[in-house]
């Protein structure tokens, strides 16, 4: 007699995990502890995908407490920090919408502005009595970088979410929280210019079935790795195309092509596989609208295929670092128009590499333009002329406290 094989499938078990909502700039996501994770990284992806909701690849999250865009499908870990040189240390991931993955291969600016708040609020650091605003070093294990965020204290010394400052893309004010990103160069390839230092140069894009195209780009790694794609360069492609998603698809192809050049895929193929990393961003020379703002440069950022509603902080940081080598097409785009303000008010740095710079140690303000506004970022040179930090506020609140039930 053959004993009957019975198959037993394993049923998920229940997680418990508490966390804390906090709309950090223009994202929004879940900031927790980083005991109250697995030990091990590799082992974060089933909980924080089944959490947030992407467990089988829904693209709606339903049944998590991600919102359903990559905007929203966020996540911070903090903890203290062991180190001498920051306060707090934290980790962003990046969890996929439609498609049971995270990315942990950059940093989220936005979500970056969330961490001091956090932090203040959580008692990871202790403000000193009587302190009405603190510095609080945070280092990003994603990029290994150190981003100095100076909050607003109350009476009690708690972080101060109300004020009147304003950032686009968000309706209501609150305080500010100025992100400074120190030395942001090199962020993850080790270099400004991954691409043997070329501060622009001809892509060749070779889509799955469709023409191959030349492209002019800026390879930049600064904050975090972007494709900063000239407009101008492929304008009637762009006009083209008969929608949207063919227009996010052709972009796709370039940040993929981006990926290989700049060291961080071998293949487009594996460079698929992670959509966070290089970021990619439409150029343009700013408008009579934008310059109406005094802006530089007009960007329409990219973030995980998709148009990003606004703009990445890190991305702020970059185009604000790209403005400041004249060989890049950012440069060239906002010195293309008269309206422009002037980029700095004594000099331009000469290319990266370049032993005959002069140092400035000068600061000014860069503006960009993006589809909701215009964000302001402070570059502060450092003595041989290169960038030695960039500075940028957001506002950010806590929204909610609680425990995420999910299986896995």
Known sequence: MVAEQVSIQRRPKRHVLPCVLMRAGTSKGIFLHRKDLPARENDWAPHLISALGSRGNDPRQIDGVGGGTSTTSKVAV?????????DIDWTFAQ??????????????????????????????????????????????TNTKRLVVETVALDASGDYDETGDFVIAGVNTPGSEVKCTFVEPLGSMTGKLFPS???????????????????VRVTLIDSANPFVLIDSTSITTLLNSLPSEVAQNALVECIRREAAV???????????????????????????????????????QAYSMGLPHPSLQLTGAVTVAVALSYPGTIAAQLAASTEQGAPLTPEHTPP???????????????????????????????????????CAVSRTARRLFEGRIRYYV
């Open 78 to 86: 903090v903890s203290r920090s062991q180190r001498p040189d920051a």
């Open 95 to 140: 969890v996929a919408v439609g498609k049971e993955s995270i990315d942990l291969t950059g940093n989220c600016g936005n979500m970056t502005a969330g961490v001091a708040p956090f932090a203040v609020q959580e008692g990871l650091v202790s403000p000193q009595p009587g302190q009405t605003k603190m510095d609080v070093r945070i280092y990003n």
């Open 196 to 214: 043997n230092g070329q501060q622009q140069q001809q892509l060749h894009v070779r889509p799955t079935g469709q023409p191959a195209f030349t």
């Open 261 to 299: 050049a700049m060291g961080l895929a071998p293949t487009v193929e594996i460079a698929a596989q992670t959509r966070g990393t290089p970021k990619a961003a439409l150029v343009y020379p700013p408008t009579s609208d934008s310059t109406s703002h005094n802006a530089d440069i007009r960007i």
């Open 351 to 389: 290319p990266e590499g370049d032993d005959t710079k002069e140092g400035s140690g000068s600061k000014r303000e860069v503006r960009i333009s993006h589809s909701k506004g215009v964000i302001k970022v402070d570059v502060a040179m450092d003595d041989n002329g290169g960038v030695a930090s």
